[in-house]
């Protein structure tokens, strides 16, 4: 079984600041995938950025990037120039290899103009 | 249109009634997820179809729940007896292959409210 952990309901920040939103998580496969996924009230899920488990590179996509500490099961996502659009539920995700995705509860990030 | 939809997009009902909620994935996914979304949670798993059939149902609470992708792109998923718990955005999302591969594209779910 796998888990992953938000601990931290709510997060907010000025525009154009930089903010880290924090997730943990727990398996016991060595091969796995992480996510980021935005849900705006729209509700539809976006993929911000992934992470592959056996890259000890650490994903960057334009203004998003993470922190991945393997030994540590710590996926950090850090949003850089934080904008207006950004503000949404943030969710981090966890998929083994030939498995099914497991959410963590998420975090509402709202964006001070 | 070019991304996964779902209709309806919101379903009232009454405890004990039957609905079926609908999801159209990209053209030429093979891969279908259905996933339940409650109130201040993340989406759980329910099931999880490969063409035509179900590879993994794991998720499905009980035997109310009920999903059928007869010709490998539509799903429905079928709720028996309605109970005020199933109240949630039922989330569907389609992939080019199956597990293996990384992206899943989701649509903008169904919110259902059981009276």
Redesign the interface.
């Known amino acids: 079984a796998q888990t992953v952990t938000q601990s931290q309901p709510e997060m907010s920040v000025q525009e154009a600041e930089t903010v880290t939103l924090s997730c943990t998580y727990d398996t016991s496969e060595s091969d796995y995938y992480l996510f980021w996924y935005k849900q705006p009230p729209s509700r539809q899920m976006i993929l911000v950025i992934r992470q592959e488990a056996y890259k000890q590179q650490n994903a960057t996509e334009n203004r998003f990037s993470v922190n991945f500490q393997k030994a540590a099961k710590s996926f950090s996502l850090k949003i850089s120039d934080s904008q207006l659009g950004d503000a949404a539920m943030y969710f981090c995700a966890l998929r083994p290899a030939n498995s099914k995705l497991t959410f963590g509860k998420g975090i509402t990030l709202s964006v001070r103009p | 249109g070019a991304g996964v939809s779902q209709t309806p997009s919101n379903k009232v009902t009454e405890k004990g009634k039957y609905v079926e909620l609908r999801c159209d994935p990209i053209s030429g996914h093979t891969a279908l997820?259905w996933y339940r979304q409650s109130l201040?949670?993340?989406?759980?798993?329910l099931i999880?179809f490969q063409g035509t059939g179900a590879a993994?149902d794991?998720?499905l609470p009980n035997d109310r729940f009920f999903a059928v992708r007869p010709e490998g792109s539509v799903s429905t998923l079928k709720i028996q007896r309605t109970e005020r718990g199933d109240s949630a955005?039922y989330?569907c999302?389609s992939s080019s292959e199956g597990?293996?591969y990384?992206?899943?594209f989701?649509?903008?779910?169904t919110?259902l409210t059981v009276l």
């Open positions: 997820y201040g949670q993340g989406p759980e798993f999880y993994d794991s998720g955005v989330l999302a597990l293996n990384n992206e899943q989701f649509g903008p779910g919110r």
